[in-house]
């Protein structure tokens, strides 16, 4: 992306409200084409905000050796998708870190997973898409998924980034939807686990 594109799209941005004391504002994230080819890096708040710029991103799913899957919840404090249900976490890799470096750093620091819990992380699916959150933002990314089984299921989750957690069954959950409903799942998982069921 171009600085002028950038500079566009922070315009854009700012008259749709965006609140540059955010945190938000002062992390930058890696724009890429449909293809997942890096454009720069731009504003995280930009890329959230008006109509969004694509950007790298990553979802990871976490299973118990029962092939449960563990659900987070977002905290309420998050600007997009606050107390909607993530299979488990999601977020953004920075400029010159890989997808799997990524994960294993929020891993540790949104549920205290540490990799000696671990030994399987892996990438099995890319996918864009844009979804828009009433008033808020937009997400528009091109977003990988990881899969990670644990050995030990011990937890020590940050208040600040997770809600509250549920180990569901994984094929029960994509098989009745409307059993988990009222747990408003976060588009980027239900993306992924329609996909992973196809």
Not at 67 to 75: E, K, M, P, S
Not at 86 to 99: I, L
Not at 125 to 136: G, I, S
Request: proline share 4%; hydrophobic share 35%; net charge negative.
């Amino acid at each position: 992306m171009s600085s002028e594109d950038a500079a566009a799209a922070g315009d854009s941005a700012g008259e749709a409200g965006t609140d540059t004391d955010h945190e938000n504002a002062l992390q930058d994230v890696i724009a890429v084409d449909p293809d997942d080819v890096e454009q720069g890096t731009v504003n995280r708040l930009d890329a959230h905000t008006g109509d969004g710029i694509r950007h790298r991103a990553f979802t990871c799913l976490v299973y118990d050796t029962d092939d449960r899957i563990l659900l987070a919840q977002r905290a309420p404090t998050k600007r997009l998708w606050d107390g909607h249900w993530d299979g488990t976490v999601a977020s953004h890799p920075v400029e010159g870190q890989s997808q799997a470096d990524a994960t294993e750093q929020r891993l540790e620091e949104e549920l205290g997973i540490t990799p000696d819990q671990y030994d399987d992380l892996r990438v099995t699916d890319k996918f864009e898409y844009k979804r828009y959150y009433p008033n808020e933002g937009v997400e528009w990314e091109v977003c990988s998924v990881l899969k990670v089984t644990l050995d030990d299921t011990s937890l020590d989750p940050d208040e600040a980034e997770i809600g509250g957690m549920l180990w569901a069954d994984y094929e029960h959950l994509h098989e009745n939807p409307a059993l988990y409903r009222q747990l408003r799942l976060c588009p980027w998982f239900e993306i992924a686990m329609r996909r992973d069921f196809s």
